[in-house]
């Protein structure tokens, strides 16, 4: 069964940092485009960031500089370092994985909230 679970949500002061993890299982995913994407409430969800399968990355303009999305294949598990947050950033986040022939997983969000 695969499965995408995501961890390190929590509530950070404005200016904080927090690094979100998801670990796939189920099957390899080296070769998936990872991804994390968010919601806010009232709000549709967006991509946050991307990284390929050769690691190439991709950030929606409002997080670039701030976010880092990171992949270890090893040990199937994808990262979202985050810095400089705002409260604007409050949102679920979740873990997706995309390939062509297995379509798209995603995981069960988690919540991260960014006091003022």
């Known amino acids: 069964q695969v499965q995408l679970v995501e961890s390190g949500g929590g509530l950070v002061q404005a200016g904080g940092s927090l690094r979100l993890s998801c670990t796939a299982s189920?099957?390899?995913?080296?070769?998936?485009?990872m991804g994390w994407y968010r919601q806010a409430p009232g709000k549709q969800r967006e991509l946050v960031a991307t990284?390929?399968?050769?690691?190439?990355?991709n950030y929606a303009d409002s997080v670039k500089g701030r976010f880092t999305i990171s992949r270890d294949n090893a040990k199937n598990t994808v990262y979202l370092e985050m810095n400089s947050l705002k409260p604007e950033d409050t949102a679920v986040y979740y873990c997706n994985a995309w390939n062509a022939r297995a379509g798209t997983y995603w995981g069960q969000g988690t919540q991260v909230t960014v006091s003022s």
């Open positions: 189920g099957r390899s995913f080296s070769g998936d485009t």
């Open positions: 990284v390929t399968s050769g690691s190439s990355t």
